[in-house]
């Protein structure tokens, strides 16, 4: 019996947090850049992608597709160990800011397993840029066309010391996903 007081209970308390959670998230001010502001800021895109060759394509095409100066951001990808075609896949684009990274030309796969694949991959990266910011996604996420904008605007107005941002997971509405987005949304 008190055990499943106790299971309750905590569900509750979850479910709770969550609905706080989902209150607070539509309380933030969202920031708004100026239109006729023109960003100066030079930006890398890094994305640490091992066996993405389902996604790589789309995730790079709609950072391509930005609504930012083409002079002024790089798409840096490090293939971190993938036994499919993500490698492929990046380097039939034939474009000028897009640049990829072998992990695995870069170090032997048993100086790679000392640490995670994916820090390794992200401290290649930063290390070939030369860019002012540093913005960091993943290979399976897809963005609007003000996202690099919108992050240099922010960053030549504030000056922080780092920006981070949130994912917004685009589903069917079940309450499932909901309280998955929720989840995550609190981490």
């Known amino acids: 019996?008190?055990?499943?007081?106790?299971?309750?209970?905590?569900?509750?308390?979850?479910?709770?947090?969550?609905?706080?959670?989902?209150?607070?998230?539509?309380?933030?001010?969202?920031?708004?850049?100026?239109?006729?502001?023109?960003?100066?800021?030079?930006?890398?895109?890094?994305?640490?992608?091992r066996n993405e060759e389902h996604c790589i394509s789309d995730c790079i095409q709609s950072i391509l597709d930005q609504n930012y100066p083409k002079d002024l951001f790089e798409i840096i990808v490090v293939d971190d160990f993938s036994t499919d075609q993500t490698a492929h896949k990046?380097?039939?684009?034939?474009?000028?800011?897009?640049?990829?990274?072998?992990?695995e030309e870069v170090l032997s796969l048993h100086e790679a397993q000392n640490t995670s694949f994916k820090k390794r991959a992200l401290t290649q990266a930063i290390a070939s840029s030369n860019a002012t910011l540093i913005v960091c996604t993943d290979a399976d996420c897809y963005m609007e066309k003000d996202w690099l904008l919108t992050i240099a605007l922010f960053y030549e107005l504030h000056q922080p010391d780092m920006i981070v941002a949130p994912v917004v997971y685009k589903s069917q509405y079940k309450l499932v996903e909901f309280f998955q987005s929720l989840d995550f949304l609190s981490m």
């Open 90 to 103: 990046v380097s039939n684009f034939e474009h000028q800011n897009v640049r990829l990274i072998r992990l």
């Open 1 to 49: 019996m008190f055990l499943i007081f106790l299971v309750a209970f905590l569900l509750c308390s979850y479910v709770l947090l969550l609905i706080a959670y989902h209150i607070k998230w539509h309380q933030i001010k969202l920031f708004q850049p100026v239109s006729t502001q023109v960003p100066t800021t030079t930006l890398s895109v890094v994305i640490a992608a």
